[in-house]
């Protein structure tokens, strides 16, 4: 069975859900840390080896000073009585330490590199399958720079703090650990003195993390709205230089600029002012300790080496407090990304997939007989855009629906399409509910052609064979046959072999929505929806496309939304919507000879052509 892509229905002939505030979407409690721990949990063997390299790198590391102790007490009186041999092993024993733990550091880099590009594949890969799966209320809500936002910016973020950040985090916290150990067992009064300054380190680290917070998570928001009025500006420059709404776009650009401008500098002012205060406090400590230190080396009770190494150790152990600034200044970033990535991976499809899909019964024909069973709809705010209806569509009829603009007919397709799922009732595709089907059966069986003749990169045949992968060249070419579109693809520079560029830029309107019914009628679906489909065709287009659809609509169930009257003469049935309701319900002759409302628009249509 073959499956077929349904294009973005367009709403411009419907009622729009209600506007909603496009900022983030709600952040479920431990999700931010549940998709972390999901993302690392595939390599936690990789995970032990790399801390184990660090841990044995910091020990190599933080031997240094104590060899130094150690020639400065044992190893120079020696050198002075001519026996070299204990400096000599100090020496030597610094340098091996020095190469231990510069091969140990390359090992792990090494290790965390590839663990931190295989997390960022698996991210950005669930972003992009998990944002496809998303109904079309989420992305009628949330505009496409958002999650573009979310796949580039943010994970970008996350690399940084991957890539640089918790190999810095890692190292200050061993150093400090190893640090703390030594100093207190060399001399436990001046480790004492030393300790006490991590009451204060602790109160700057706790009040920057606290401010800083609050400044990232601004600032994540404010990139994403950048990026998101980059895109918009940029996807309509045709309408943007048309009513020369430059000046405007770049008024409301320069606001969001300077907003993320001032969200940048305030972090910026955050890690300063931290910084200036770590450093205060380090500097202050150090000064007491080497005054402490020398006061025990007159008396007596310390030697200059261990004196010598305290101070080594304090550097290193005050030195990683920028470290730990930067640290904390990606860290804040990267939550604040992190955050917004586990939202959108967290929010479930308002139309999700069934756990146990039932399975569509044999057809009898081409087509499946559509039915609407007390069939409400009201958009998340509780306004209804239909009100309870019964409607069925029989097997292998044409069906055109027609009314003003906001009359429901829109909604009505996204129902039959199961785009959005009904408040109330249920709509049945030969008895079975279309909540019970799999996407795949379902979109298998049920196309919808909208004026949004969406066209992918690529060549004309990929773009007609995405109603079916699998197709051979030759029923791509029957298939825009059938609609009438192979002579133009023939006279197009390469054929079927065309690239159409971005959005099918390279052909017109017209010749996107015959590539679009041409697409769908390779799908060979059992019921078809085409949503203003003829919209983009000029006359000619029109009616070749039309001759077209009397013989590829023979045998299945098609329903046809459209203000052009021309389109709904080939259908069996017609319905007239207002207000959410059908209000009128008849074969085209016999509305026409009526005196309703179709009857109305056909003597209007009528004398427009005159």
């Known amino acids: 069975m073959s499956t077929a892509v349904a294009e973005p229905a367009a709403a411009e002939d419907d009622l729009l859900p209600p506007a909603a505030d496009d900022q983030d979407i709600p952040v479920p409690p431990g999700a931010p840390r549940a998709l972390l721990g999901s993302l690392l949990a595939p390599h936690r063997r990789r995970i032990a080896v790399a801390v184990l390299a660090l841990l044995l790198q910091q020990a190599a590391l933080q031997a240094g000073p104590l060899l130094v102790a150690v020639a400065i007490d044992r190893g120079v009186p020696a050198?002075?009585?001519?026996?070299?041999?204990?400096?000599?092993?100090v020496t030597a024993a610094y340098l091996g330490c020095a190469l231990l733990a510069t091969l140990l550091q390359r090992a792990f880099i090494r290790f965390a590199a590839r663990i931190n590009q295989d997390v960022l594949l698996d991210l950005r890969g669930r972003i992009f399958r998990h944002a496809q799966r998303?109904?079309?209320?989420f992305h009628e809500r949330y505009t496409s720079g958002r999650i573009i936002s979310r796949a580039t910016s943010d994970v970008d973020t996350l690399r940084e703090l991957l890539?640089?950040?918790?190999?810095?985090?890692l190292m200050v916290f061993l150093s400090v650990g190893y640090i703390t150990v030594v100093l207190v067992v060399v001399d436990w009064r001046l480790g004492l003195a030393a300790l006490v300054s991590f009451l204060p380190m602790y109160l700057i680290v706790r009040s920057f993390r606290r401010r800083s917070q609050q400044v990232y998570r601004r600032?994540?928001?404010?990139?994403?709205?950048?990026?998101?009025?980059?895109t918009e500006t940029m996807n309509g420059i045709r309408p943007v230089q048309a009513f020369r709404r430059e000046a405007a776009n770049e008024e409301a650009f320069g606001t969001v600029n300077r907003q993320s401008a001032t969200a940048t500098a305030d972090g910026l002012l955050e890690m300063a002012r931290y910084v200036f205060l770590s450093r205060l406090t380090a500097n202050v400590w150090i000064t007491g300790v080497v005054v402490l230190g020398a006061f025990l080396v007159t008396d007596g009770s310390l030697e200059l080496g261990v004196l010598t190494a305290f101070v080594l150790y304090l550097r290193r152990l005050y030195d990683p407090i920028d470290q730990l600034a930067m640290f904390l200044n990606s860290y804040q970033s990267a939550a604040a990304a992190l955050e917004k990535m586990a939202g959108l991976l967290a929010h479930e499809p308002s139309v999700p997939e069934p756990a146990e899909p039932?399975?569509?019964p044999a057809a009898a024909g081409k087509g499946r007989e559509v039915a609407f069973r007390s069939v409400?709809?009201?958009?998340?705010?509780?306004?209804?855009?239909?009100?309870p209806f019964?409607?069925?569509?029989?097997?292998?009829?044409?069906?055109a629906v027609v009314g003003a603009t906001g009359a429901g007919k829109s909604t009505l397709a996204k129902l039959l399409a199961r785009f959005y799922d009904p408040t109330t009732g249920s709509v049945t595709l030969d008895g079975v509910d279309l909540r019970g089907l799999s996407t795949d059966d379902l979109r298998a069986e049920v196309v919808m052609v909208t004026q949004e003749s969406f066209l992918f990169s690529g060549t004309v045949a990929e773009n007609i064979a995405v109603g079916k992968p699998d197709a051979t060249r030759a029923e791509v070419e029957a298939a825009a046959r059938a609609i009438g579109a192979h002579a133009f693809i023939a006279a197009l520079p390469d054929g079927y072999d065309t690239d159409v560029r971005k959005r099918g830029g390279r052909i017109s309107a017209g010749q996107r929505q015959l590539v679009a019914f041409a697409r769908a009628l390779l799908a060979?679906?059992?019921?078809?929806i085409l949503d203003e489909a003829t919209s983009s065709l000029d006359v000619p287009g029109e009616q070749a496309v039309q001759h077209a659809m009397r013989t590829v609509l023979a045998g299945r169930t098609a329903v046809i939304i459209a203000h052009r009257l021309s389109t709904v003469e080939i259908a069996d049935r017609v319905l007239v919507m207002d207000q959410g309701r059908v209000v009128e319900d008849g074969t085209p002759a016999e509305l026409v000879a009526g005196e309703g409302r179709f009857a109305t628009l056909h003597r209007t249509w009528k004398d427009s052509l005159v």
């Open 219 to 230: 600032s994540r928001t404010v990139t994403a709205a950048l990026i998101v009025r980059f």
């Open 79 to 89: 050198l002075r009585d001519h026996d070299a041999g204990p400096l000599v092993a």
């Open 134 to 137: 998303l109904s079309l209320d």
């Open 376 to 387: 409400s709809f009201a958009y998340a705010d509780g306004k209804q855009v239909l009100p």
């Open 163 to 169: 890539a640089e950040g918790l190999q810095e985090l």
């Open 524 to 528: 060979d679906p059992a019921v078809l």
């Open 358 to 360: 039932a399975a569509l």
């Open 390 to 399: 019964d409607l069925r569509l029989p097997a292998g009829r044409t069906t």
